[in-house]
């Protein structure tokens, strides 16, 4: 790793729009830039072997662009608009596109999934129906299945094999559909509730799903041998659930409630759950995720303080540190290493808290603006913060070899910035600002 130095923010390109952006997304392979637009069209930008990057086609629809998405192996655009219809273009490696299907609905779509193989693409509608549409051997979209539901669909997702998906609806159920050896789509279970369910993901392995929303309970289902699925665990709190989440090796979830407390649950080898930790705050919690190593978990909470916990030898789990702010803490992550924590405040303030060597966590450095972070996450090594405000600005931070942090570079706007993002090298920033433009920055070291 090379010794941070002072950097500058040299513009590369101006994506423009006539009205509102409504999205911006980097393609996984960092080649392409897909912006969705309220003027009815999303653009996709390419770079070119010599670092610029340049218009390469534009989408149309007939009426606003919601977002637009990329496939996982970067091969296909896919864009949703007001005007009830997703489209799915193939994307050459020039950065053209071709279309290949329009799926229709007859109302709002709400929400847009693709299978980690980037073979299959679930459509969930207002107009209480789901599609599924798969890509055949020549290259070719068909819609394969139509799931009904009784009210709104809220959220559609994949698991990580490809092989099963989930249907959320305003109706209270939950739907688990999984792919026959045939290709066709079977449903395998209902998931009913007592109030709205917004939560449903898969465990890494496949083989489990969590569901929570509105209510009080957390359930846990698991696909057993015959291919049923049976609910194994509820997971009680006393005020809504606003987060559930698997560990990486699918023996653990982390909820995080209203009522002031995250609970951490393992799963044994009889298939039984048992409670490990509660871990309490003093308002709402409004997330708890595990580390990418599985080893700690972060909270974020109203009470304007984060925590982080650490899995000790025994199974127990140890408070580590308590991250305090001046103001609500709206997020907290893991870096991809799991040695470091960025936090993000309506204090105007993001900190980043990093491991020892004696596996203690100490505070490392605090990033100011001058207003609410709206934003705070690490560049793909882990060795950078990306931070957004409301202020206007976005700050870089990098991580120097004696372990401290430093700051590389602020970019300012003109207008107030809705959000930033990091290129997958971490050498490009793509900036997406209230005045319809979105900006490709490269960070550059001063001479």
Request: aromatic letters at 8%; hydrophobic letters at 35%.
């Amino acid at each position: 790793m090379s010794e941070c130095k002072t950097f500058k923010a040299v513009t590369k390109a101006i994506i423009d729009h006539d009205y509102s952006v409504t999205s911006t997304r980097i393609s996984p392979d960092g080649s392409h830039i897909v912006t969705a637009s309220c003027d009815n069209t999303a653009k996709i930008y390419s770079q070119k072997t010599n670092g610029s990057w340049v218009e390469k086609a534009i989408i149309s629809h007939d009426s606003f662009v919601y977002f637009a998405i990329f496939s996982p192996d970067s091969c296909h655009v896919v864009t949703a608009g007001r005007d009830s219809q997703v489209k799915i273009h193939d994307l050459k490696a020039d950065g053209s596109c071709v279309h290949k299907l329009t799926i229709f609905h007859n109302a709002t779509i709400s929400t847009v999934d693709i299978s980690p193989d980037s073979r299959h693409l679930v459509v969930g509608s207002w107009d209480h129906t789901a599609k599924i549409c798969s890509q055949n051997d020549d290259g070719s979209w068909e819609e394969k299945l139509t799931i009904l539901h009784d009210h709104r669909l809220f959220l559609v997702t994949f698991s990580a094999d490809g092989r099963h998906l989930v249907t959320v609806s305003m109706d209270k159920k939950v739907k688990i559909y999984g792919q026959k050896t045939d290709g066709s789509w079977e449903e395998e279970a209902t998931i009913s509730h007592k109030d709205c369910i917004y939560l449903a993901s898969f465990s890494n392995d496949s083989r489990l799903v969590v569901t929570a929303g509105s209510g009080k309970e957390v359930k846990i289902h698991s696909q057993k041998a015959d291919g049923q699925w049976e609910k194994e665990v509820i997971i009680l709190h006393d005020e809504w659930v606003y987060s559930a989440n698997f560990s990486g090796d699918s023996r653990r979830v982390v909820t995080a409630s209203g009522d002031g407390t995250a609970k951490i649950f393992r799963r044994k080898d009889n298939g039984s759950w048992e409670k490990e930790a509660t871990i309490f705050h003093d308002c709402c919690v409004k997330s708890a995720i595990f580390s990418p190593d599985d080893c700690h978990v972060v909270t974020a909470s109203d009470d304007k303080t984060a925590k982080i916990f650490s899995l000790k030898d025994d199974e127990s789990w140890e408070k580590k540190l308590t991250i305090c702010h001046d103001g609500a803490v709206t997020s907290a992550i893991f870096s991809p290493d799991s040695s470091h924590v960025v936090t993000a405040s309506k204090d105007g303030k993001a900190k980043i808290c990093g491991q020892k060597a004696d596996g203690s966590w100490v505070e490392k450095t605090t990033i100011s603006h001058e207003s609410v972070v709206k934003s705070a996450s690490f560049s793909a090594d882990g060795c950078q913060v990306l931070t957004t405000s409301e202020d206007g600005t976005a700050k870089v931070y990098g991580l120097r070899k004696n372990g401290s942090w430093v700051e590389k570079v602020t970019i300012y706007s003109k207008s107030p910035l809705k959000s930033a993002t990091f290129s997958v090298d971490g050498h490009h920033l793509v900036t997406n600002s209230y005045d319809s433009k979105v900006r490709i920055i490269k960070l550059q070291k001063n001479k």
